[in-house]
């Protein structure tokens, strides 16, 4: 196994104990994510995390480890920040181990839609052991896994939520279609996709008991003292409340009650009419909000925030550094993990550059945000 970096015990000792503390809602400030690079390094959030469909079923685990590894020692992990890695097959890469074909153009995972042309009371949906992209992304995982377990937390590929996954493999306009005029067979198929998801999610668990010691996490930024994820439903964003009841939540309560540290991806404003079913899902520890494109950013919602965090949940975002600064001044900051980035001249946000964020720790020092 190799040591990739060289964090002291002491370190990590006092980043899990913070992370566990913020877990139990007892950490008395927000926790401060930054992931940086070197300013002319050249590097970004891509090079770390790229897109592992790009490289194929014939690429060996090994190649690619050797290629993201230099990228991951030249990350400045500050703040409340722990190296990580987590395996980038798209959104939904569950789809592909259910069948569809999947390809990647320009970084975007793309699903073909595999059974659009079948009746849905025909189709039956479970697990092929064998199917190639399930066997490579276990593959590549315990590849990670027994490297660099010891060195940085190996995080889980983003599976997909489960009416996200049937939209890859039915086609979002036909789905659409299936959950008014056959409902109950969409229930069926959410129920089959769930059982596979978290099927694939025990395996990876496995693995990752195996070797890695020094955590969990998922895509996102959320360290883990335990199994947990970043579950969603974007699919959510197109049904309303009722169908929401209907077709997401008994399975995201399912998926919630067979980890320890279940959080949602709470994406665009179209999908916060299902935000009160959602708090009151006792398990689900907490919500990531994410506005979404042209939508003010995560520090202009405050009554949004509040509200998560008056029901008790816990509130993850990626905001500026000043972003950051009106969190902290106008909520206090408790129960939040401020995942901090920066804006390029396009408008798209980007890694801090390390001049970038100790400069935005100095801040936030001066706010009273001591870590």
Excluded at 48 to 63: D, E, I
Excluded at 169 to 193: A, H, N, Q
Aim: aromatic share 12%; with cysteine.
């Amino acid at each position: 196994m190799t040591t990739l970096l060289q964090f002291s015990s002491d370190h990590w000792h006092k980043l899990q104990n913070d992370w566990a503390l913020w877990w139990q809602g007892k950490l008395d400030r927000p926790l401060i994510v930054i992931e940086a690079f070197d300013a002319h390094s050249g590097l970004t959030y891509e090079h770390l995390y790229p897109n592992l469909v790009q490289f194929g079923l014939n690429t060996s685990a090994k190649k690619i480890l050797d290629q993201i590894e230099p990228v991951i020692q030249s990350v400045h992990w500050l703040g409340d920040a722990y190296p990580r890695w987590w395996l980038n097959f798209g959104p939904g890469i569950l789809a592909a181990f259910l069948g569809s074909q999947v390809n990647c153009v320009n970084g975007v995972t793309w699903f073909a839609p595999s059974l659009h042309n079948k009746e849905l009371r025909t189709i039956t949906l479970s697990l092929d052991p064998n199917a190639p992209w399930y066997r490579y992304t276990l593959t590549v995982f315990e590849a990670a896994v027994q490297r660099w377990g010891n060195s940085i937390v190996i995080g889980y590929p983003d599976l997909g939520g489960i009416l996200d996954i049937l939209a890859s493999l039915r086609g979002t306009d036909k789905l659409l279609l299936d959950v008014v005029d056959t409902p109950e067979e969409v229930s069926r198929l959410c129920s089959e996709i769930t059982r596979t998801w978290l099927e694939v999610f025990k395996q990876l668990n496995q693995i990752h008991n195996s070797s890695a010691t020094l955590g969990f996490s998922s895509w996102a930024p959320l360290w883990m003292p335990n199994s947990g994820y970043m579950l969603q439903c974007d699919f959510s964003y197109m049904i309303s409340p009722r169908m929401f009841q209907k077709f997401v939540l008994p399975d995201l309560v399912t998926c919630c009650q067979e980890m320890h540290f279940p959080f949602y991806h709470l994406d665009g404003k179209g999908q916060l009419v299902h935000l009160k079913s959602l708090l009151e899902i006792e398990q689900l520890k907490g919500i990531q909000w994410i506005p979404g494109d042209g939508a003010p950013p995560a520090e202009d919602w405050l009554e949004l925030l509040d509200e998560i965090r008056q029901k008790q949940k816990l509130c993850q975002v990626y905001v500026t550094p000043a972003g950051a600064q009106k969190i902290v001044r106008e909520l206090g900051g408790q129960g939040f993990v401020l995942s901090l980035w920066e804006k390029d001249d396009n408008g798209r946000y980007r890694n801090l550059t390390l001049q970038e964020a100790e400069i935005a720790l100095e801040t936030l020092h001066k706010e009273g945000i001591s870590i």
